[in-house]
């Protein structure tokens, strides 16, 4: 299904998932083409379609002196880069209505955080220049309602959509996976993702950095799998302690290989 949208993702296994991964945010040019380089390698030897993620800048942070990211040209650049370099398609977050065209002029992909969800305006930006659109389901939302969202996008002239589910809110401080979602929102005929990083995170700690749990990403990942996604989300890092966000849910980069072989087994065992 993902091959309709992005023709020039190489070609795998019509049984397989797809994978979206890389880094929370664009540090550098060199980090970025490390970790791409690493996962090029291992989707073509497990033959997985791939889209490199990578933020080129982030809006939401719990503290005002958080990283943001290294200048909105810059990080695009270098997803570019990693486009050209590579040849595998990118996606990453825009955050108001102006930043669409701009993004999309180096991304493949556009992507919808899970808290703008709902903003008209962005997802009409974002339907108009004809990228796909990937729509990360709000935390506070059923998936139910996540089909207006796949309307806003189509009426708007593309149906080029993504759906990605990175948990609900349970209480205060934590979140939880609702299974049932990802056949709900396979019902309105388009791909679906797991976030399999984001749905672990511990939002809103008092220390003001988010926390998580990375250890439970295998879980996450296999359920997700058995419940029939289309596709995984996964942040990963060579050193997840010291990136420059989201490091406390990301999957080591070296945990990677061994993960979606495991995934693959899976996907294997259902159909």
């Known amino acids: 299904m993902i091959n309709t949208y992005l023709p020039e993702i190489k070609n795998g296994n019509s049984s397989s998932f797809f994978l979206m991964a890389g880094p929370c945010a664009i540090e550098g040019e060199e980090i970025a083409l490390r970790i791409a380089d690493k996962i090029v390698n291992i989707t073509d030897k497990l033959n997985i379609p791939y889209i490199f ?17 290294i200048g909105d040209e810059k ?11 590579f040849g595998v398609p990118t996606v990453t977050d825009i955050h108001e209505s102006h930043e669409a065209a701009m993004a999309a002029a180096y991304v493949d992909v556009l ?25 990360k389901k709000g935390q506070f939302l059923s998936a139910e309602s996540m089909k207006f969202a796949v309307e806003k996008v189509q009426d708007a002239g593309n149906p080029k959509v993504i759906l990605t589910d990175r948990g609900n809110t349970f209480g205060y ?3 939880i ?3 049932r979602g990802l056949p709900v929102m396979k019902s309105f005929n388009v791909p679906t993702v797991m976030d399999c990083t984001h749905s672990l995170q511990q939002p809103n700690q008092s220390s003001g950095v988010t926390g998580g749990k990375p250890e439970l990403i295998e879980t996450i990942a296999k359920a997700a799998i058995a419940v029939g996604a289309d ?11 010291n990136a420059k966000s989201d490091g406390a849910n990301m999957l080591h980069l070296d945990l990677l290989e061994d ?10 065992a259902i159909l």
């Open 173 to 175: 401080q934590d979140l």
């Open 259 to 268: 993960l979606l072989v495991k995934l693959q087994r899976i996907r294997e």
């Open 177 to 179: 996976v609702d299974y």
């Open 231 to 241: 596709g995984l989300f996964i942040e990963t890092h060579p050193d997840p302690a």
């Open 75 to 85: 990080a695009l650049k270098i997803l570019e880069k990693v486009s050209k370099t």
């Open 111 to 135: 992507q919808i955080p899970a808290f703008l969800c709902r903003q008209t305006d962005l997802l009409q930006a974002a339907a108009e220049t004809g990228k796909v659109v990937n729509i």
């Open 53 to 69: 993620k990578g933020s080129y800048r982030k809006a939401n942070r719990s503290k005002g002196n958080s990283f943001t990211g």
